[in-house]
């Protein structure tokens, strides 16, 4: 098993090294063709190699002239099966750690709540390989405080770190007929303020955590960003007097998220490759956001 990981692993990486290439030849192609298209002489970098760009050309379609990226790897049987997460949390978890474990699982629909125990990080991730889950999203704390959540897709990743700041589980938002129950419905996702390709990708990570609910669905989760803190509400909402009044009922948890990593890779995967990581003394100016109207002061 661990040799068929690598080899599979070893695979992706080289489709992912040709992607420099493609890329490459995909503007000189689209060069050509806007040209031809437009009446005018064909750019002296592609002249040499027209006959050849021609014919390649013609073999395409649609599906073929826009080159693939490893992140449609990543998510290509995304809208095929519905999505399987196991949720864990670091060893020796607190009981509010535990808690909300426990409420993550009503949260996303089909998840799995596992005890830790001492299980190694390659064992649980090798464990969730071969039980065909698609995430694993691991809990941490910081003196019985939840501060960490780590999101990795399977088999090949990318994995995303995220800081946990100003967690509110259920029993902290009002008593039991306040909150009510969690409805198993499937969510209405709504992903604001993601605008930029950084934006973008987390966006995707996110919302494949979920699968495609029903139209006539009551329950929504929000994924807010401001100033690239990411919060994250979940409600069920009625329609008492038609679509013109809406009323919203809080179900919890809510908890603001901060990326600071992305590895493309799996969490047992020390020397995967950085695809963007968070700086301490990164220029404001040249950092990369969420949101394209954040980069506006």
């Known amino acids: 098993m661990y040799k068929r990981n690598a080899r599979l692993r070893r695979e992706y990486l080289y489709r992912k090294s040709l992607e420099g290439k493609e890329r490459t030849e995909y503007e000189r192609k689209r060069k050509l063709r806007q040209a031809l298209e437009e ?30 990226t490893h992140e449609d790897d990543e998510y290509a049987r995304a809208g095929e099966r519905d999505p399987k997460i196991m949720i864990t949390t670091s060893r020796d978890p607190s009981s ?30 090798d464990m969730c390989r071969k039980n065909d889950f698609t995430d694993m999203i691991v809990l941490h704390e910081h003196r019985g405080e939840p501060d960490g959540m780590v ?89 008492p007097k038609g679509v013109k009044s809406v009323a919203l009922k809080e179900c919890g948890p809510r908890f603001e998220l901060k990326l600071y990593q992305i590895k493309l890779g799996t969490i047992d995967q020390d020397h995967a490759e950085n695809e963007w990581a968070l700086r301490a003394y990164m220029r404001s100016s040249k950092k990369a956001k969420l949101s394209e109207a954040a980069d506006v002061e």
Not at 45 to 57: A, F, N, P, S
């Open 39 to 68: 009446g005018k002489p064909v750019p002296t970098e592609v002249r040499r190699d027209e006959t050849k760009l021609q014919h390649q050309i013609q073999l395409e379609d649609d599906n073929t002239a826009v080159p693939r």
């Open 96 to 125: 509010r750690l535990n808690q909300m474990a426990k409420e993550l699982k009503l949260v996303f629909p089909g998840a799995q709540r596992m005890n830790r125990g001492g299980e190694m990080v390659p064992t649980l991730v």
């Open 151 to 239: 999101i990795c897709h399977l088999p090949y990743g990318p994995t995303a770190y995220f800081g946990v700041h100003h967690t509110v589980l259920r029993h902290d938002i009002g008593e039991k007929k306040e909150v009510g129950t969690i409805s198993e419905a499937l969510p209405h996702i709504i992903l604001e303020n993601f605008s930029s390709k950084l934006g973008q990708r987390v966006s995707t990570i996110l919302k494949y955590l979920f699968p495609t609910p029903k139209d006539t669905s009551q329950r929504v989760i929000t994924f807010a960003n401001t100033n690239d803190y990411i919060s994250f509400r979940h409600h069920t909402f009625q329609m």
